[in-house]
């Protein structure tokens, strides 16, 4: 039976290379390679400042103690998103506030947020860019501002996502990306804090690298740990970086295959991207009537999916905030019709048409 997973990293010699130079150096923690990414992904994202830390989760944490979030505080999080954008809030001290989400979109909508802005123990709110696609951040922008809120973006699946040409982290206070295994580009785990902020990016420093400015020294001017990351994991996210191009090309080119060859399937619905937004998609989505039935049929005959990131207001771990579905019709609608289907880069249009062929006999009872 064809296997075709649900994702794979898209690694070779150039990785392989790239690490084999460190060691004959002798060289792997944090050096000229972890400069060199930060660098680079400065350029890329047009931030001020892109400063490397060990994940995305570690990221947003930083991010939020750097802006002075902490006990007695709460953050907005969209309903809809990976449990790492509220666990960061709680591991800063503060309390997460969920919203609803857009229904086209699956993000982060002002309207919504209008609704549970009303405590004045907010201080800041956090969208997300939910696989490649982007909030408005015009009118989360304007709601900031007009709120006196910090924006803190997490922009973990979205390298290379803009709106109105703009990269996604570099509209708030902070924006904090991943680099984990299953993102466009991959560090096996990895994370990036971005600020225009000369004394927020100095904070993020401080808090990552012991509670000091500079390395090989003993002096430390407050409270830190270490959340750095290492020329080994910066030396596989350079190679990446130089595939690039080669990986977004890809995975526009593999969505809008899928789009064609499932166009005239009635009962598969894609989610709907606004002209600002240039998306790249992290993981290339569906939504269908059941998707629990139409995952295991595509287990069945080897075909990876996944499930939609299961709502926070829902989490076990998030019982204790009492929510109700009631408050989230839509993040509630998203889940319960969403699948995600192989989405790596390593995918042939076979591959992709294998996976059509599949979903189209299912839906049509086959």
């Not at 400065?42 to 830390?53: Q, S």
């Not at 609704?115 to 907010?122: G, L």
């Not at 225009?196 to 993020?204: F, I, M, Q, T």
């Not at 048409?353 to 049509?364: G, T």
């Amino acid at each position: 039976m064809k296997i075709i997973p649900q994702y794979e990293p898209y690694l070779d010699q150039r990785e392989a290379d790239n690490l084999a130079q460190c060691i004959k150096d002798n060289w792997i923690t944090g050096g000229k390679r972890v400069k060199e990414f930060e660098s680079r992904m400065a350029k890329l994202t047009g931030a001020k400042h892109a400063i490397a830390c060990c994940n995305g989760t570690m990221a947003l944490y930083v991010g939020l103690k750097a802006m002075g979030i902490g006990e007695g505080d709460k953050v907005i999080v969209p309903d809809f998103t990976f449990v790492a954008s509220a666990n960061s809030v709680v591991m800063a001290g503060a309390e997460p506030v969920f919203c609803d989400i857009d229904s086209k979109s699956f993000c982060m909508s002002d309207k919504l947020v209008d609704s549970v802005i009303k405590d004045k123990k907010v201080k800041a709110i956090m969208p997300v860019g939910i696989y490649g696609n982007s909030p408005d951040m015009d009118e989360i922008c304007l709601l900031a501002k007009n709120e006196g809120f910090g924006i803190i973006e997490d922009v973990a699946q979205d390298i290379r996502v803009t709106w109105d040409g703009k990269h996604l982290g570099t509209f708030g206070d902070v924006g904090c990306m991943s680099f984990y295994a299953d993102k466009t580009i991959c560090l096996g785990e990895g994370g990036m804090v971005f600020t225009d902020d000369d004394d927020l990016a100095e904070r993020v420093v401080r808090l990552l690298n012991q509670g000091r400015t500079k390395r090989g020294w003993y002096v430390h001017e407050t409270i830190g740990f270490n959340f750095r990351t290492s020329d080994l994991h910066a030396a596989v996210g350079l190679a990446q970086l130089d595939k690039l191009d080669e990986i977004v090309g890809k995975k526009k080119a593999h969505e809008e295959l899928y789009r064609d060859l499932l166009a005239d399937t009635e009962q598969v619905e894609f989610p709907k991207i606004d002209e600002r937004c240039f998306n790249v998609p992290f993981r290339h989505n569906i939504l269908v009537k059941s998707p629990d039935k139409l995952s295991k049929y595509l287990d069945s005959v080897g075909i990876g999916n996944l499930r939609f990131f299961y709502p926070l207001h829902r989490q076990p771990c998030y019982k204790y905030l009492n929510y109700n579905d009631k408050i989230f019709p839509n993040a509630m609608k998203i889940y319960s019709r969403g699948l995600s289907l192989p989405s790596s880069v390593k995918l042939t249009d076979s591959d992709i048409d294998y996976v059509c062929d599949h979903i189209r006999r299912f839906c049509k009872g086959k």
